[in-house]
């Protein structure tokens, strides 16, 4: 019918050949926009369908440049109900293992002498979560979706234009390709295009932070633990990371510190040295002294609801459908359940089924709220307790914190809600 399995990776202006033998455009089951960890995740979960997938991107992820010598400072802790998922789907195992950091323990302090310890032993489980740098998911994924066959990567590719009728979507490309599918997956990020497209609201709140980010090497191992601190300028997070050979192994930690903007902006302009100390001192010489790896970044923080994320022929994923702030680390595991429901949702539909059916896609959405809804809630009570500077509220959660700590059930609970996600 078409000739998509022959362009499997379109280089740019490749397109013309395609649009020229067929002007109606490209005839898609699916079509995904946005190829980040969510969007690509989605389409490899679909490899072994006979569904033809397109997949556009403004850009292809790509390794920090001095690779592997150097590490992306921007890393995430995947929880297990994720790894799970990355396995299921072929990648887990194709990640570099000596870039893979098992959590095997948490240790979160408040700002008061509150805190909450619990490790992987606590639960019988190996691992808390894992941390795994950003573009070596990313990269994996890709790499894999480009040598699928059901899939035509368009890719630099901007879309300019979304149509929605009883019949199908079609998605016009700002260099005119023409792309129609059943089902159009907004998995574009947080300011998503297509979620702006199909008229889907979405609240945003600031939390006037910044996530700043920035890998170090320590003086002292981390022996696989994750620390957290609660501080009056900000959550400061120190992951542990893989790297370092021999004596050198478990002597490296990749900080996220989610400070009110301006302090943010004195951590990004601080000289190698100062960021340093600074982040040594925050987090009480924890590791001993620190030396920064490569220069910090920073990331405006935003909560974003989003109550519906389905529409006839629209679905959101990931960070389209969900914003949440990083102290949980959870952004990138709801994306991951998301992808997990579609794509048995779309893998069970009959063939009779119009992937683009409104009911169909409500049960995706019906399937999601909850939790979506509730882990928003929880981290977004969390930042404002800790950010608040009303004097008795410092105890108070810092009495929280410990009483998690001793109270056996509620602790468990918090852990098991980590760890099943
Ligand atoms: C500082 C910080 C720390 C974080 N730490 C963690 C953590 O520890 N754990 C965790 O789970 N999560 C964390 N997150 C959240 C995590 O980054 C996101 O949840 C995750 O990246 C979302 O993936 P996604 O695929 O939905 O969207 P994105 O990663 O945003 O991908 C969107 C893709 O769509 C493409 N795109 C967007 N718009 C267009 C367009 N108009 N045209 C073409 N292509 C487009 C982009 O190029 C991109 O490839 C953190 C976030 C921040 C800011």
């Given amino acids: 019918m078409s000739h998509h399995h022959s362009h499997r990776h379109v280089a740019p202006g490749a397109f013309n050949s395609v649009l020229l033998s067929n002007p109606q455009g490209q005839d898609f089951d699916l079509i995904i926009v946005g190829g980040g960890l969510t969007g690509s995740a989605l389409a490899v979960a679909l490899a072994d369908t006979a569904l033809r997938i397109a997949l556009v991107d403004a850009r292809a992820p790509a390794r920090p440049k001095d690779w592997p010598a150097q590490w992306d400072n921007r890393v995430y802790a995947i929880s297990p109900g994720s790894a799970d998922l990355l396995s299921a789907i072929g990648c887990w195992a194709h990640l570099t293992p000596d870039r893979l950091q098992r959590v095997e323990r948490m240790v979160v302090r408040g700002d008061a002498g509150g805190e909450i310890d619990f490790s992987a032993f606590d639960t019988g489980t190996e691992e808390l979560a894992w941390i795994v740098e950003s573009s070596e998911m990313a990269c994996e994924l890709w790499t894999t979706v480009s040598r699928q066959r059901n899939v035509t990567s368009y890719c630099p590719a901007i879309p300019a234009a979304l149509q929605v ?27 998503s295009w297509v979620r702006q497209q199909t008229g889907l609201s979405s609240t945003h709140d600031p939390y006037n932070e910044l996530g700043v980010v920035a890998n170090f090497r320590t003086e002292l191992p981390h022996f696989g633990t994750a620390y957290q601190w609660f501080r009056e300028d900000g959550v400061l997070a120190y992951l542990p990371l893989a790297g370092g050979d021999g004596a050198d192994h478990g002597h490296m930690l990749s900080m996220v510190w989610s400070a009110p903007e301006d302090f943010a902006r004195t951590l990004l302009a601080d000289s190698a040295e100062a960021l340093a100390e600074r982040v040594a001192n925050a987090g009480a010489n924890q590791l001993g002294r620190l030396q920064l790896l490569a220069p910090a970044a920073g990331f405006p923080l935003k909560l974003v609801r989003v109550p519906q994320v389905v529409a006839p022929r629209v679905a959101l994923i990931g960070d389209a459908a969900h914003g949440i702030h990083p102290l949980t680390g959870h952004g990138v595991n709801l994306g991951f ?10 893998r069970t539909a009959r063939p009779v089924d119009d992937l683009g059916d409104l009911r169909l896609l409500s049960r995706y959405q019906r399937a999601r709220r909850e939790e979506v809804v509730m882990l928003q809630s929880v981290t977004d009570a969390m930042r404002k307790l800790f ?8 105890p108070l959660r810092n009495l929280g914190l410990s009483l998690t700590n001793r109270l056996g059930p509620l602790k468990t609970l918090l852990i098991r809600y980590a760890l099943e996600r």
């Fill in 337 to 346: 359940q998301d992808v997990r429901v579609l794509a048995d949702l779309i």
């Fill in 165 to 191: 009728t009883d019949e199908g979507a079609m998605l016009t490309l700002e260099d005119g390709a023409v792309l129609r599918g059943k089902l159009v997956i907004g998995a574009d990020g947080r300011d």
């Fill in 387 to 394: 950010a608040s500077k009303a004097p008795g509220l410092a």
